[in-house]
């Protein structure tokens, strides 16, 4: 019998995206498989837990923040590989838009900085894949909830 070497099926994940004041809430990583770069906090979505409870409770987990979720922004893969070519973890990433309600970040969790970042700031950070797409994504649905 061959033994695979990758998940079954892919596991689910809930990433936080809070945008405030033209800025959005990044986090840094301090836990492979991005440790060192700049995302949004989020993480694993527990059973029987809708993706916009584990985009909050994440969230607050992570940096002390509480957010409402409003909707979906999208579902990214998030696929790594071995060098050999087979799937060393494959993620299907729901990107969860929340309205800011209060607090301020502060890292914790498995996080080593939390803070707002603006679109001059985001250009200078090492980061995950597709932030600086979901946090124009953000900006924009922000746009148009206030027009």
Do not use: K
């Not at 990044?26 to 694993?44: K, T, Y």
């Not at 979906?72 to 993620?91: C, E, Q, W």
Request: glycine share 10%; net charge negative; with cysteine.
């Amino acid at each position: 019998m061959t033994r695979r070497r990758h998940p079954t099926w892919p596991r689910l994940g809930a990433l936080a995206v809070v945008p405030r004041n033209g800025q959005v809430l990044l986090v840094q990583r301090c836990n492979p498989p991005d440790a060192g770069l700049w995302g949004f906090p989020g993480g694993h979505v527990e059973p029987g837990e809708t993706a916009h409870d584990a985009a909050a409770r994440e969230l607050l987990e992570e940096t002390g923040v509480e957010a409402a979720p409003t909707g979906y922004l999208t579902n990214i893969d998030a696929i790594r590989y071995r060098p050999d070519g087979t799937v060393a973890s494959h993620y299907l990433l729901a990107a969860v838009l929340c309205t800011y309600l209060r607090g301020e970040p502060v890292a914790a969790d498995d996080v080593s900085d939390a803070r707002w970042v603006g679109p001059d700031q985001l250009a200078g950070l090492p980061t995950s894949t597709h932030v600086a797409e979901l946090a124009a994504r953000a900006t924009r649905a922000l746009g148009r909830d206030r027009a």
